[in-house]
């Protein structure tokens, strides 16, 4: 999801109209302890609604804001969720991912991710 909606704003726009503000507070809610399943939402969040600048191995890009993105994700209750999720200080943990072969702590950093 995120490489599609780094590639395009089209695809931005439609995660957003269909819902997947919804989908990610969903995630949250139901993953309060998982470090993985946090970072990842939140980066979503940062793809979607913007402004970020995020890196690529081909060319960095400028996600603008999208008004209307944001506007959804407060009203699908996104925003209150995440509030609550970064305010909570719940101890995380890894969920399932001791067999990978990377660092973890840094790809999954959840607090840096959320905030």
Known sequence: VKA???ASDDYRR???EKGMAG????VLRANAHDRGS????CEAVRYMVGPSFEGSPKSPRMLPFDAKAQERAVREG???QLLETTLARTDLHHNQHGAFNFDIDSSYNAVADCN
Do not use: H, R
């Open 23 to 26: 989908v990610l507070a969903g």
């Open 78 to 80: 996104l925003m209150a």
């Open 14 to 16: 439609e995660y957003s």
């Open 4 to 6: 599609m909606m780094f």
């Open 38 to 41: 946090i970072s990842l939402a």
